[in-house]
């Protein structure tokens, strides 16, 4: 399946906040994604073909960047959609002259954690009881420029 890369953008926020209700127990709003559009420190961007298919975050401060979220509607999971978005985000991160990129993501995430090892990220922590909903710990991982 086809898809392209774009910037995020207003006409994006309802598809996306739809996504972070199918994928997180604690989901992003319309109005804190729109935010984001308005932070010169973010760099979201969106997976589309005909609708948005998945969409990463990303916060950069200091040369230093933080992926907030990354989500791919559960119908285009596997078509490879994560891994663009993720690599897209760590150039990006790069380009700007970021050190290095990190997230966190539930211990049980075993899918997600694959794709980040496989992208070179390693494991750089633990945040006990980081997520609700259920509680869940939260390993940090890392990926240096």
């Known amino acids: 399946m086809k898809f392209t890369l774009?910037?995020?953008?207003?006409?994006?926020?309802?598809?996306?906040?739809?996504?972070?209700?199918?994928?997180?127990?604690e989901p992003w709003s319309e109005k804190a994604l729109s935010e984001e559009l308005a932070n010169e420190n973010?760099?979201?961007?969106?997976?589309?073909?005909d609708a948005v298919m998945g969409y990463i975050g990303v916060?950069?401060?200091c040369g230093e960047a933080y992926i907030t979220n990354v989500a791919v509607f559960s119908e285009y999971r596997k078509l490879g959609?994560?891994?663009?978005?993720?690599?897209?985000?760590?150039?990006?991160?790069?380009?700007?002259?970021?050190e290095f990129i990190t997230l966190e993501v539930r211990e049980s995430n075993a899918?997600?954690?694959?794709?980040?090892?496989?992208?070179?990220?390693?494991?750089?922590?633990?945040?006990?009881?980081?997520?609700?909903?259920?509680?869940?710990?939260?390993?940090?991982?890392?990926?240096?420029?």
């Open 111 to 145: 899918p997600a954690i694959t794709l980040y090892e496989s992208e070179g990220f390693g494991k750089a922590g633990i945040r006990k009881n980081f997520y609700s909903a259920p509680t869940e710990n939260g390993v940090i991982y890392t990926k240096y420029f």
């Open 59 to 61: 916060q950069e401060i």
């Open 81 to 98: 959609i994560g891994r663009a978005l993720l690599k897209a985000a760590c150039d990006g991160a790069k380009s700007r002259s970021c």
């Open 6 to 25: 774009k910037k995020m953008s207003a006409e994006h926020i309802g598809q996306i906040a739809s996504l972070e209700k199918e994928c997180f127990s």
């Open 42 to 49: 973010s760099h979201f961007l969106v997976a589309v073909s």
